[in-house]
């Protein structure tokens, strides 16, 4: 895979969004920097044009090699004060209205997120937030992208949503949570407790069968890893990894358009929950809980699902995180997960 000149891409959650940033944002690098057989490779890309000069192009790219091996990532930074406005008691109203839409037989699930906003008494450090993430969530997708008017999109996502390597494609089920304990022991039971509650089962089902029929529909015939629990160091999921083989004729982009959004950020019937969040959250999506990563010409790439990730400008952020709502959700306990996973969010911001 090295060498191969990658496109970054992200996409807003919704197709019409209510504010005005850009529905989604396609992105060729100026330099790209991967790690190939455990050494660092620097990617230049350049644009050819009628009034390219190769000598003057060739001298400036060399002095900014210069700097890219040369920089210093100072990543003791000062602790950043900040107040949020804390609206979670309204997100248990959001939950019990969304109990009802369940309840009324409309939809099977429905995932319901909360957007936390900060102010903080300095612009937020986003190389510093970053960093401090990748050091908490190592095992996570950790990425950071602007995305239009003076905005950050940053996060630590424990999802991958679908990657493609030589025509072999990975993507999995992630749904049903359940806290870390403070011991051992505590840990155990709340993993036991997970993996046999019928309420978890039931949401991580619905998340793996709709995976697959997904993938049929493309002519990929899905192959089902050992399912796992997936633990983070303040959260633990249901974790089934997906396989596939896929035909010459699809495009990781066609899986992409196809599984996005998955009923573990959206719900089931997928449209019919997507008008609901509309209608219920009092906040507008952006790019929160959609696709993020990279294709190259060759058709290989990898794309996370954009969720524990915060939209940040200057000194003010609006943190995301949501639950997926089944029939026997508590909305105490969905606020409570919520809560922890915005702590973690709040945690990271310098």
Same mark, same amino acid.
């Given at each position: 895979?090295?060498?191969?000149?990658?496109?970054?891409?992200?996409?807003?959650?919704?197709?019409?969004?209510?504010?005005?940033?850009?529905?989604?944002?396609?992105?060729?690098?100026?330099?790209?920097?991967?790690?190939?057989?455990?050494?660092?490779?620097?990617?230049?890309?350049?644009?050819?044009?009628?009034?390219?000069?190769?000598?003057?192009?060739?001298?400036?790219?060399?002095?900014?090699?210069? @700097? !890219?091996? #040369?920089? /210093?990532?100072?990543?003791?930074?000062?602790?950043?004060?900040?107040?949020? +406005?804390? =609206? *979670?008691?309204?997100?248990?109203?959001?939950?019990?209205?969304?109990?009802?839409?369940?309840?009324?037989?409309?939809?099977?699930?429905?995932?319901?997120?909360?957007?936390?906003?900060?102010?903080?008494?300095?612009?937020?450090?986003?190389?510093?937030?970053?960093?401090?993430?990748?050091?908490?969530?190592?095992?996570?997708?950790?990425?950071?992208?602007?995305?239009?008017?003076?905005?950050?999109?940053?996060?630590?996502?424990?999802?991958?949503?679908?990657?493609?390597?030589?025509?072999?494609?990975?993507?999995?089920?992630?749904?049903?949570?359940?806290?870390?304990?403070?011991?051992?022991?505590?840990?155990?039971?709340?993993?036991?407790? @997970? !993996?046999? #509650?019928? /309420?978890?089962?039931?949401?991580?089902?619905?998340?793996?069968?709709?995976? +697959?029929? =997904? *993938?049929?529909?493309?002519?990929?015939?899905?192959?089902?890893?050992?399912?796992?629990?997936?633990?983070?160091?303040?959260?633990?999921?249901?974790?089934?990894?997906?396989?596939?083989?896929?035909?010459?004729?699809?495009?990781?982009?066609?899986?992409?358009?196809?599984?996005?959004?998955?009923?573990?950020?959206?719900?089931?019937?997928?449209?019919?929950?997507?008008?609901?969040?509309?209608?219920?959250?009092?906040?507008?999506?952006?790019?929160?809980?959609?696709?993020?990563?990279?294709?190259?010409?060759?058709?290989?790439?990898?794309?996370?699902?954009?969720?524990?990730?915060?939209?940040?400008?200057?000194?003010?952020?609006?943190?995301?995180?949501?639950?997926?709502?089944?029939?026997?959700?508590?909305?105490?306990?969905?606020?409570?997960?919520?809560?922890? =996973? *915005?702590?973690?969010?709040?945690?990271?911001?310098?």
């Amino acid at each position: 895979m090295g060498g191969a000149i990658e496109v970054l891409l992200w996409v807003s959650f919704f197709e019409q969004t209510q504010t005005d940033q850009p529905k989604a944002s396609i992105l060729l690098p100026r330099w790209q920097l991967e790690r190939v057989d455990g050494q660092a490779v620097a990617i230049a890309h350049l644009v050819l044009h009628g009034d390219f000069l190769p000598a003057q192009e060739a001298d400036r790219l060399w002095a900014e090699r210069g @700097l !890219l091996t #040369s920089a /210093k990532w100072d990543r003791q930074v000062s602790p950043n004060q900040f107040q949020s +406005a804390d =609206k *979670l008691d309204r997100y248990t109203e959001i939950v019990e209205r969304g109990l009802g839409v369940i309840q009324s037989g409309q939809v099977d699930k429905i995932v319901l997120a909360h957007g936390l906003d900060v102010m903080a008494e300095r612009a937020f450090t986003v190389a510093g937030t970053l960093a401090n993430l990748h050091d908490r969530y190592p095992s996570c997708y950790c990425f950071s992208t602007a995305c239009g008017q003076g905005d950050v999109f940053l996060g630590a996502s424990p999802e991958r949503l679908v990657s493609v390597d030589d025509g072999m494609m990975l993507t999995e089920a992630l749904a049903g949570s359940a806290p870390r304990g403070m011991s051992e022991q505590e840990d155990l039971i709340y993993a036991t407790q @997970l !993996l046999s #509650s019928d /309420k978890e089962s039931h949401e991580h089902q619905l998340v793996s069968d709709f995976i +697959a029929q =997904k *993938l049929r529909q493309l002519g990929i015939e899905p192959i089902y890893q050992t399912p796992r629990l997936l633990q983070l160091p303040n959260i633990q999921h249901r974790h089934t990894p997906i396989a596939g083989k896929v035909p010459s004729s699809v495009h990781l982009l066609d899986i992409l358009a196809s599984l996005h959004p998955t009923p573990a950020v959206a719900g089931f019937p997928r449209e019919l929950s997507c008008q609901y969040i509309r209608a219920l959250e009092d906040f507008d999506r952006g790019p929160y809980a959609a696709p993020i990563g990279w294709v190259d010409g060759d058709g290989n790439g990898e794309f996370a699902v954009g969720i524990r990730s915060a939209l940040i400008r200057g000194d003010r952020a609006r943190l995301f995180a949501g639950a997926g709502i089944v029939a026997g959700s508590d909305p105490e306990r969905e606020r409570r997960e919520v809560q922890m =996973k *915005l702590q973690a969010l709040l945690e990271a911001l310098v």
